[in-house]
């Protein structure tokens, strides 16, 4: 509703009456400030507040005794080892998250220099390049910078996982197959979400669209 001008004339108005106006003006605006509001302030309320509106996804890495599961944005599968192999150099792959198996769990581990080390709660192994080029299992942990990663985060809360040593990043190239590639900015297959554990049964899996 457009506000309303008034005009006064020159003759003179009566005090009481001016003061009885005034009132009646103040309780319009007490039920209606829409209708006592410039209009130009008018229209750009709700542009204000859509600005200021709070980023529901969340931006924080989990902490180093959060068990995770990490999940890719392209196909939804989860990063886990391959045949629930314990053995050293085993392969990592990805393996559907609708029923998280415990090899799928992991965390993320403080290291030097702010690097992560991307630990696996079943194997008790860890995230590394194998020898075969551009390959990726686990391994036993010996504190080399041949465990570290860094996550770097999008503006939409989703991580780039990248080696330490290489600068490529992990990468399923198929579903199931992964890899480490060279970075392509916002790739959905080199994108995960890291969804947290509620408890040792409950998953956080709200995020993930079917």
Not at 23 to 43: G, K, R, T
Not at 53 to 64: A, E, H, R
Not at 132 to 155: C, F, M, Y
Request: proline share 7%.
């Amino acid at each position: 509703m457009t506000p309303r001008k008034y005009a006064f004339s020159s003759k003179k108005v009566p005090i009481f009456k001016l003061a009885l106006m005034g009132l009646a003006l103040m309780e319009l605006c007490q039920v209606s400030p829409a209708w006592c509001m410039p209009q130009s302030l008018n229209n750009t309320q709700g542009l204000t507040q859509q600005a200021i509106k709070p980023n529901k996804v969340s931006k924080v890495l989990p902490t180093q005794d959060q068990t995770i599961l990490l999940i890719n944005q392209s196909t939804g599968r989860a990063l886990q080892i391959k045949n629930w192999s314990f053995s050293q150099g085993a392969p990592v792959e990805t393996g559907p998250a609708h029923s998280p198996e415990a090899i799928q769990l992991w965390k993320v581990l403080p290291a030097d220099g702010g690097y992560y080390i991307i630990h696996n709660t079943q194997t008790q192994k860890d995230l590394a390049p194998l020898k075969e080029a551009g390959k990726v299992g686990q391994k036993i942990r010996n504190d080399e910078p041949l465990h570290h990663w860094t996550l770097k985060q999008t503006s939409k809360g989703t991580f780039v996982i990248s080696h330490r040593e290489s600068g490529l990043a992990l990468t399923e190239v198929e579903p199931g197959q992964l890899a480490l590639s060279t970075s392509t900015p916002d790739s959905p297959k080199q994108l995960w979400k890291i969804e947290r554990l509620k408890s040792s049964k409950t998953l956080m899996l709200s995020s993930l669209t079917r």
